[in-house]
């Protein structure tokens, strides 16, 4: 069964700072990994999706990457921003029965003006 | 251009209640997903659909029912309500142009709260 874990569960850090949010999983046949933001008392938003054969994947200030062979993906952040504060949740989707898509636990971020 | 909607935003039942949830698109896709989401277990897949008049068990389907008669919308349904069924609500849909590839699109979702 796949399990994708998020850790740290928080993280604060101040404004301006560069920041590495982590996702691991246990299953290394996935077929694609997104990461979503989640704003409080919202729904998810899709920020960046990987394919099991590309190595990353950019969009404006985010960046991320996956080592399917690791089981790891990481998202960074550049110059991290008040408005970039939210939880952010990483998915896989299984190569078998892909309609599913498991999702970590989130990270909770917090930039500090 | 909504997106995806979804009614009621609250809800407080009593145990043995029942109630619909409704979940509608206006993008046209052709997928849509019911989802729960409670505190330190992730999003959970409860049912999906991959077309109109179509249904299909996710990973927690126990407890719930789904109808999708029309292709914008999917209603998810509690016949008994238990407080085991506390958890925030969503709905997602994607388009099937490229199923494996596309994101899902949710709504933003239904707190639910059974006494």
């Known amino acids: 069964k796949q399990e994708v874990t998020q850790i740290p569960a928080a993280l604060s850090v101040p404004e301006g700072e560069n920041l590495v949010l982590n996702c691991s999983f246990t299953?290394?046949?996935?077929?694609?990994l997104q990461w979503f933001r989640q704003d409080p008392g919202k729904g998810l938003t899709s920020l960046l999706l990987i394919q099991s054969s590309q190595r990353e994947q950019t969009s404006g200030r985010l960046n991320a990457s996956l080592d399917k062979s690791s089981g790891r993906s990481t998202l960074y952040i550049a110059a991290s921003q008040p408005g970039d504060s939210a939880t952010y949740l990483c998915a896989v989707r299984a190569n078998f029965g892909n309609e599913k898509l498991t999702f970590g636990t989130g990270t909770r971020l917090t930039i500090i003006p | 251009n909504a997106g995806v909607t979804q009614t009621p935003k609250f809800r407080v039942l009593k145990t043995g209640q029942s109630m619909t949830l409704l979940c509608a698109q206006d993008?046209?896709?052709?997928?849509m997903y019911w989802y729960r989401q409670d505190p330190g277990m992730g999003l959970r897949l409860i049912h999906y659909?991959?077309?109109?008049?179509?249904?299909a068990k996710g990973e927690v389907p126990d407890g719930y029912n789904v109808s999708r008669l029309k292709k914008q919308n999917f209603l998810l349904g509690l016949e008994s309500a238990a407080p085991s069924q506390t958890s925030v609500y969503f709905c997602?849909?994607?388009?099937?142009?490229?199923?494996?590839?596309?994101?899902?699109?949710f709504g933003p979702g239904t707190r639910l709260t059974v006494l």
């Open positions: 659909s991959v077309g109109e008049g179509t249904t």
């Open positions: 993008m046209n896709h052709e997928y």
């Open positions: 299953d290394s046949a996935i077929y694609n």
């Open positions: 997602a849909s994607s388009s099937d142009a490229a199923f494996y590839t596309d994101t899902q699109y």
